[in-house]
């Protein structure tokens, strides 16, 4: 069952499998009941889930993480990641003071990304507060973690809102810091 991983990557980040929890937790915020978890839980598999990740990231391969494998290590199924060599965004917003460039550069990876994932059936759905988005030393954005949410599960439109609006308050947050150099 081991898959060889990508030779063209020589740093590679690895996550344990972690179920579904983050979707349900998200779900039963939202309020949607028992009804769209157990959906969730049907159709859930590790194997599904780096499926999805594959596709997405073959989406936008520029700026979702790379999927390389799904492993058994030590007993428990594990997720390959590229590596990516750099930091939250959250924790790099003073990159952007004065960096109209940079600012503008990151709004549209952002739009773009979640943009062409939406066009084609899928959501990110964990963004919020500037969630699971890094930005790499060469001032790539990079979408990692997003949420097991199928194409036609019944409440895609409201994941869909929640990454719009999840990217627009980031937007806005970044747009306070450029500073006075913005036109
Ligand atoms: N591919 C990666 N390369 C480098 N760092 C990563 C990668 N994926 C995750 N991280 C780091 O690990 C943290 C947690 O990862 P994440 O996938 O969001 O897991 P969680 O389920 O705990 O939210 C991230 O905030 C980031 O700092
Ligand atoms: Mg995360």
């Known amino acids: 069952m081991y898959k060889k991983l990508d030779e063209t990557i020589s740093d590679t980040f690895v996550k344990p499998e972690k179920g579904l929890y983050t979707e349900l937790f998200v779900i039963e915020n939202l309020g949607l009941g028992k009804k769209a978890g157990n959906y969730l839980k049907e159709k859930y598999s590790p194997k599904e889930r780096f499926k999805m990740m594959r596709k997405e990231y073959n989406l936008a391969q520029n700026n979702i993480v790379k ?16 590596k990516i060599d750099g930091d939250m965004l959250m924790n790099s917003l003073y990159k952007i003071k004065g960096n109209t460039k940079l600012f503008y550069s990151i709004k549209q990876q952002l739009e773009d990304t979640v943009e062409i994932l939406h066009r084609n059936g899928y959501v990110h759905g964990d963004l919020v507060s500037g969630n699971n988005i890094m930005l790499t030393k060469e001032g790539k954005i990079k979408l990692i973690d997003s949420l097991y949410i199928p194409k036609d599960f019944e409440y895609k ?27």
């Open 67 to 82: 999927p390389l494998a799904l492993e058994e290590l030590n007993g428990q199924k594990t997720y390959v990641l590229e």
């Open 157 to 183: 439109n409201i994941f869909i809102d929640l990454d719009n609006e999840a990217i627009n308050s980031v937007i806005n947050l970044m747009y306070g810091k450029v500073g006075k150099f913005i036109r």
